[in-house]
């Protein structure tokens, strides 16, 4: 069972969208509550599921990782078992950062992190092209990242 949130909870979880690391007597301050129940109300933001994780936003650039690809992919026939492996074998794949299910002419979206052209050309011959259930790809280049946020407006 999932609680309503009042604006103490939104406030909270938009200020740790900001910076996770805050802390939780900073958080208190923020959101004007005394830090024992903001750390209970964080407890429970977690546990209901609002927060699913803490982690931090790496510079791909400085760690060569900066070239971008949106890859659609459509498998060659769609079934529960050929979709399911096909999700297995995505979720081993490091260089696929996000993976989304979507409808229209393709079957998925994934969101690939390279240092280059090169190692993408091989990444596509030697791991998504050993996938058997994969029928075509589309692959689109980002050639200037315009906005990437990772919160969500709540």
């Known amino acids: 069972m999932t609680l309503k949130l009042d604006t103490t909870d939104i406030a909270i979880l938009r200020t740790l969208q900001e910076n996770s690391r ?12 005394s830090p024992s129940p903001v ?3 964080l407890k429970r933001l977690e546990s209901e599921g609002y927060i699913e ?6 510079n791909a650039e400085k760690l060569n990782l900066g070239f971008i690809v949106f890859c659609s992919v459509k498998l060659q026939k769609l079934n529960t078992d050929i979709a399911s492996d096909f999700v297995a074998k995505i ?3 490091p ?12 079957d998925y979206l994934l969101k690939i992190h390279a240092p280059d052209m090169k190692y993408y050309n ?8 050993r996938i058997e259930s994969l029928g075509s790809i589309q692959s689109s ?3 200037n ?10």
Request: net charge neutral; glycine share 6%.
């Open 53 to 58: 994780r803490y982690t931090a936003v790496l």
């Open 39 to 41: 750390y209970e109300r």
């Open 122 to 129: 091989q990444f596509i011959l030697n791991v998504l092209g």
């Open 141 to 143: 280049f980002v050639m």
């Open 22 to 33: 805050i802390t939780n007597k900073e958080l208190a301050a923020k959101v004007h509550l």
């Open 95 to 106: 260089e696929v950062t996000e993976c989304f299910n979507i409808s229209g002419e393709y």
């Open 91 to 93: 979720l081993e794949i």
């Open 145 to 154: 990242p315009v906005k990437q946020n990772y919160g969500l407006k709540i």
